[in-house]
């Protein structure tokens, strides 16, 4: 199944303002700013100016909130979102309610306390990121992040994603059970997506420090439904059969 | 979400041609033709004449089988499908390989070796089906049943149906977390279903003989998406709002 754009001219569109583009375009202008995000529960509210708002839009981070302010701009960033534009992208710092900068360490150890799976979930989150995906929140359809290849105006999101994690018997609670891949399955069907199950192999790593990330190795797999017309051995001849 | 009629006319065919008279004409056929059914793995087989053949499709027990026979017409038997027939409505026998008759308690532990979750499935679908409703496989869509309001030729099913038991910790392993209940509210909703979860209290009654049944209490609840939209205080001067 590939990418379903929305109307004419979208993948034209698209194919000339890449992601990757975007969002260095992004990291510059952050870093440029010293910008800085407040922490608040399980998001991270960040101020930004007339051309953030224009690329953090465009590349798909947050949401904008409503306020009353004309030239400024708040975005709520998840804490994946925001631990990528911390960690990742090195663009934004972060600070507490008191104001004072929270460092890497210590965010880890607060992200990871809001969120048991958050290792997990920022592993898949930043592995997709870095490939430049556009990664969203997949709770709609019970599922932990949905995929795009571009943003969400021009293209349906292509993957429902599951992170899953095969360590010291951790488990999100999902796909335990055959009638839970059958459920999950019929559903990504009729939504048109892949199920895309994100495997993280933490080898052996316990998940105290941010620099683990670099040990977990992430597995993909694609799950489809076999379907026994299409997997006939004459299916070398067949013509146009989607 | 009210049942959906399969075209014009379905509605009045089903009122004219209730399903417990159906089942009851079909229940008393079988008892005197002295029906036996075989038992094979994980269902049972069934060799139907003419009128029973078309009092099976209409009450939609089992699968016909396709054999070169004309006058007989084999039907294969779910586990559950067979129980019913044997235990409730009494009306057929079951025999194994060497042709010799099983009793209810042997049966009851057959079934149970089959299918761990026979007895709760079981209590789930006899439930059901002396409310006659038709009930038939939900594992296109991971759930355990789906039920009818009459033959699936004349409605679509209504209920996409779960089973679940709070006794000593069982599961069936679905619906433990929320994103569970996401996935599977939001392919109920897609294909215009509602979700019931039948929940059995066993009573503190094990398993080990089928007149357990009859202590088995039903919890029946039906889940469904809160909507903002439709339960705002002013819902009551609403109109032709569905």
């Not at 990757?20 to 608040?40: F, K, N, P, R, Y």
């Not at 290792?119 to 898949?124: D, E, S, T, V, Y």
Request: one cysteine or more.
């Amino acid at each position: 199944m590939g990418p379903r754009w929305k109307g004419k001219g979208a993948e034209a569109k698209a194919l000339a303002d890449p992601i990757s583009t975007i969002v260095s375009q992004l990291q510059s202008s952050l870093v440029q700013s010293s910008s800085q995000g407040l922490l608040m529960n399980s998001s991270v509210l960040f101020e930004a100016d007339a051309k953030q708002t224009d690329l953090l839009n465009r590349a798909c981070f947050g949401r904008p909130v409503v306020t009353a302010k004309k030239d400024k701009q708040w975005f709520q960033l998840g804490l994946e979102e925001a631990f990528y534009l911390f960690y990742v992208l090195k663009c934004i710092k972060i600070v507490n309610e008191n104001n004072c900068e929270i460092d890497s360490e210590e965010l880890w150890m607060y992200m990871t306390s809001k969120k048991e799976n958050f290792p997990n979930l920022f592993k898949a989150y930043s592995h997709l990121r870095m490939k430049n995906w556009v990664v969203r929140s997949g709770s709609q359809y019970g599922v932990d992040f949905v995929a795009y290849r571009h943003h969400p105006s021009l293209v349906h999101s292509e993957y429902a994603v599951i992170v899953l994690s095969d360590n010291n018997g951790e488990t999100n609670g999902r796909l335990m059970v055959w009638s839970d891949y059958h459920c999950t399955l019929r559903l990504c069907g009729s939504v048109a997506k892949t199920l895309l199950l994100l495997n993280i192999d933490k080898c052996g790593e316990n998940a105290t420090l941010p620099s683990c990330l670099e040990s977990y190795i992430v597995e993909e797999r694609t799950i489809t439904r076999w379907s026994p017309q299409q997997c006939r051995e004459n299916q070398t001849i067949a013509t146009g059969e989607s």
